[in-house]
């Protein structure tokens, strides 16, 4: 079973997806939110379909002194939604702290065209986020 990455935005939602043995993350897609989670959830039902996931990831926001953000809020009622419309589904958080710094520093390092950079942003983000999920578990069965 695979194991689905997001981070989600106001405006966009980064996903990203485990390969089959759960060992790399690559990203799938940026979702346009259009001020409804009707529209993200739709999609997952479309991306659940089509893999076979056992584990949904959502980055929390924290702040750098570790306290949620302010964001924080909004991020655990859609964690809500999954949890309700997708409960036969593992569904964890996971701290998102700088992930969207890394992802702008990685664009940067790439030299990717700005225009290009705000749809794929929230995709590289949800990438690191499901890195540092796969890592953390990676530690617990050493």
Known sequence: MRILGIDYGDARVGVAITDA????AQG???INRNNSDKIVLRRLDEILEEYEV???VVGMPYNLNGQKAERAEITEKFIHKLKC???KIKIEEMD???TTVEA?????FLNIDKKKKRGIVDTIAAV???EAYLKK??????
Do not use: A, D, P
């Not at 702008?104 to 940067?108: E, L, P, W, Y």
């Not at 578990?137 to 050493?142: C, L, P, R, V």
């Open 21 to 24: 043995l759960n060992i790399t």
């Open 28 to 30: 799938l897609e940026t």
């Open 54 to 56: 056992g584990t949904i």
């Open 85 to 87: 419309k997708y409960n």
């Open 96 to 98: 998102e702290r700088l």
């Open 104 to 108: 702008h520093k990685t664009m940067n």
């Open 128 to 130: 690191y986020i499901l």
């Open 137 to 142: 578990n990676e530690e617990k069965i050493q």
